[in-house]
């Protein structure tokens, strides 16, 4: 039976054309009396609290709050949820310390890297380089494949063309403004975003369903303090998302843009206050998904509340506030890559010239993968757990006075070596050690039923552990 798409391709494709290329238009107009590197790294240092919150806040909720917190609701209940939320959150608490410390020392700073060579040494730096990109590559392919999947489920629209059109018009004015046309494009799509979200929010809270016996009595499990997943997966999520948006370069560069420590202090409090909520309530609508339907597609478990009606009013909107999450966050991650190779390359290597053919070449890479429809959760996973292995020891770093350099990579590499003993397999039930090294009957089921967290655990506690012990003074 021929599939019923809720809107028509050539509607569809109306909207992405319009909606990417205005917002490529304001950003290049807007930009264009800005010039220079300053501009085009750190927006001149003169951006105000409301431009910076708004900018903060629609850099970290991209086109994956539609489908993560949800999707993670359907198998690992409210624990999930609040792991999520609290995660994505944590970053701009952290950051109110790291970026006063960072601020102090390099008051004309462009990258986080930039302290690390700095204040700890090359190894490390360089170690940290490749871990920033690489994630954001990550997050780049997994922005595009999101909206190219969800643009296909609305209207059929090629994964390949949404793809191409929505990398190609953020690279138009990304690459010609920089940070300046990445935060004034953010400050209206904040605003689109909170506005179109409300609209889809109110539209499924308001349904007799949500309120019906039936979501009551079959969601208990995803609810219940008993439900070990619950824990197991809200502690996963929190690790991971906390410690990966640490290593974005994209938040740093924003952290030395604000007009002063105050500014940012208070721009970094408002945001953590805002996306607590919107992550939590978009997890929320995955417990009443799968309580209404045990058989829908997790990923599509907003939706699947969302578009129940079949109306093309709402569908417009889902493609409109899923390009302005999409662009607002790929405008960031070509940013921050970007300024890591213009600031940073030269220390790694002499031949790197050009920012903007990296940046091309990734992606050209990026549209192939979104055109494919891969699944990048595990690619994604893997970057967690490179960053969770490196949290700790790299900003202990910051704050030592005396620490060896040789002594923070050690713990790294202890960290993700015993983190990948237990990181499962594509399948999420085995591991190198547990059914690999050893057989899995000779695990218990709370070791190898919960294989992510304990990797996860692992890899982060472990270097924390190493260097605590390392350089906590003697009693």
């Not at 494709?13 to 790294?41: D, T, V």
């Not at 608490?93 to 462009?110: D, E």
Request: net charge positive; glycine share 6%.
């Amino acid at each position: 039976m021929e599939k019923t798409f809720f809107l028509e391709q050539s509607i569809a494709l109306s909207i992405l054309i319009f909606s990417c290329f205005l917002f490529a238009f304001i950003g290049i107009f807007y930009s264009r009396k800005y010039r220079g590197s300053s501009n085009y790294l750190t927006a001149g240092r003169k951006i105000g609290t409301l431009s910076l919150t708004t900018s903060l806040v629609a850099s970290a909720l991209g086109a994956w709050i539609l489908f993560g917190p949800a999707s993670a609701a359907t198998w690992g209940g409210i624990g999930a949820v609040i792991g999520y939320s609290l995660g994505t959150a944590f970053p701009m608490i952290a950051l109110i310390f790291l970026g006063k410390k960072i601020r102090k020392v390099f008051p004309k700073g462009i990258t986080f890297t930039q302290y690390i060579f700095y204040k700890i040494g090359k190894k490390l730096f360089k170690f940290i380089i490749f871990l920033s990109i690489f994630y954001m590559f990550i997050f780049l392919c997994a922005e595009i494949t999101a909206v190219a999947i969800l643009i296909n489920y609305v209207s059929s629209t090629p994964l390949w063309l949404t793809a191409s059109l929505v990398i190609i018009s953020t690279l138009i004015y990304t690459l010609y403004g920089g940070l300046r046309a990445s935060i004034i494009t953010d400050n209206l799509q904040f605003f689109i975003v909170v506005g179109l979200l409300l609209i889809c929010l109110l539209n499924i809270f308001s349904s007799d369903l949500i309120v019906s016996k039936e979501l009551t009595s079959s969601s208990l499990n995803l609810l219940s303090s008993n439900y070990l997943p619950n824990y197991t997966s809200g502690i996963t999520f929190f690790i991971a998302v906390a410690a990966t948006n640490l290593f974005h370069q994209g938040n740093w560069q924003r952290v030395f843009a604000a007009k002063d420590y105050n500014v940012l202090k208070r721009s970094l409090k408002f945001s953590f206050l805002i996306i607590i909520p919107t992550v939590f309530i978009m997890g929320i609508t995955g417990i009443f998904a799968i309580s209404l339907d045990n058989k829908i597609n997790p990923d599509l478990a907003f939706f699947s509340l969302l578009l129940k009606e079949n109306s093309e009013i709402i569908a417009l909107a889902v493609i409109i506030l899923a390009i302005s999450l999409t662009v607002s966050t790929l405008d960031t991650l070509i940013n921050g890559i970007s300024s890591l190779i213009i600031v940073d390359g030269k220390k790694i290597s002499k031949n790197i010239n050009s920012s903007n053919f990296i940046i091309i070449i990734l992606s050209i890479i990026a549209i192939f993968v979104a055109s494919k429809g891969f699944s990048i959760l595990y690619l994604f996973l893997l970057a967690d757990l490179l960053c969770c292995a490196a949290v700790f020891p790299v900003f202990y770093g910051f704050f030592k006075k005396k620490i060896i350099e040789s002594d923070l990579i050690l713990s790294i590499v202890i960290g993700l070596v015993l983190g990948l003993l237990f990181f499962p397999n594509t399948s999420f039930t085995n591991s190198l050690l547990v059914g690999g090294f050893i057989d899995n009957e000779f695990f218990p089921a709370i070791i190898k039923n919960y294989l992510l967290f304990w990797s996860f655990l692992i890899a982060t506690i472990t270097p924390a552990l190493t260097v605590f012990f390392k350089y906590s003074p003697p009693k």
